[in-house]
């Protein structure tokens, strides 16, 4: 009979596919055979021992860590969004996160680094692949920063409140010893931690604590302890004035660096959207101006932006 395409699949050991002579071990009869068989097969279990099993979980099975070090604004950003589209895009999560097993608590988990893959997971409601260790906290959080730091989308005052939680936790004694066990540089995690510890009248200057920048924290820093009272009182007007000021603008009126200019007088009203977007308008008399400066935006919105500006400017 001719041997067609089909009638060669016919022929296939499907149940023993994966015992082809290329993937089995190789069988000896005789007893010095058996021994190198035996020798084989406790190599392959080396080698294999220890390995972190991967597979799909249910999202709702973990949970964060108390390390986890992002801020709720980063589940909102542009960033953010484009994650979960991708990972809706491909059906889920292609790179890994890492989980702990809950101590005395069965099938539920803890992440250890991954957070925002397991967020997008959760709220498109698909499983999520995880890689499962059984690590202590030093372990943790050892893992999750150097993780972070590989990222570009990590920011100062994020992993600024990490160091600063590990340190109050006495994960390790000293910003030096962590820096030694993380292989962070001192120097910018010192910046991090000062960002971290600045006052809450600070940081709620700023549109978003995410916008603060290593460069800014001795500034910052020195402005807070020099200036108090002062540093407070603007700290505070900024706040309530609501005049949608950038945060370049906040840093800089809050170091005494700013320098007044026509745009000052410019009326300012923002509005908050859904998702994270936001638009800021500034109507200046003076020079018969209006700005409009939107974020967290769709881009593929922007068509939609361009006819509502030819609509209004008739």
């Not at 080396?46 to 980063?74: F, M, Y």
């Not at 994650?83 to 101590?103: A, H, M, T, W, Y």
């Not at 498109?124 to 906290?137: E, K, Q, T, Y």
Request: net charge neutral.
């Amino acid at each position: 009979m001719k041997q067609t395409p089909r009638n060669k699949a016919a022929l296939i050991d499907f149940e023993n596919l994966d015992q082809s002579p290329k993937s089995r071990p190789p069988t000896f009869a005789t007893a010095p055979g058996q021994a190198l068989q035996n020798s084989l097969l406790r190599n392959e279990l080396e080698k294999w021992s220890g390995a972190s099993p991967v597979r799909p979980l249910d999202p709702k099975l973990i949970q964060r860590s108390k390390w986890a070090n992002r801020h709720e604004l980063s589940y909102q950003d542009e960033e953010f969004i484009a994650l979960k589209e991708d990972i809706q895009s491909c059906g889920g999560n292609v790179q890994p996160i890492k989980v702990r097993p809950l101590p005395g608590q069965k099938d539920r988990y803890e992440v250890v680094f991954g957070h925002r893959r397991h967020q997008a997971c959760l709220d498109l409601d698909i499983p999520v692949l995880s890689m499962i260790a059984d690590v202590d906290d030093v372990e943790l959080f050892i893992d999750m920063d150097r993780e972070n730091r590989q990222r570009k989308d990590m920011r100062p005052y994020e992993l600024g409140v990490m160091y600063n939680r590990a340190l109050k936790e006495k994960i390790f004694p000293s910003a030096k010893k962590m820096s030694e066990a993380t292989g962070a540089h001192l120097g910018t995690m010192g910046k991090a931690l000062v960002l971290a510890r600045l006052p809450d009248y600070v940081i709620e200057a700023f549109p978003s604590p995410l916008d603060l920048q290593y460069r800014w924290a001795d500034l910052l820093d020195q402005a807070v302890k020099e200036r108090p009272e002062e540093t407070n009182e603007i700290a505070r007007s900024i706040k309530g004035e609501k005049l949608g000021y950038s945060s370049k603008e906040v840093f800089e009126r809050l170091v005494g660096t700013h320098t007044a200019s026509s745009e000052d007088a410019a009326h300012r009203v923002n509005i908050t959207g859904s998702s994270g977007s936001s638009a800021a308008i500034s109507v200046n008399p003076s020079s018969r101006s209006i700005s409009v400066n939107v974020k967290n935006i769709d881009p593929s919105k922007a068509e939609q932006l361009e006819k509502l500006i030819k609509a209004f400017l008739g």
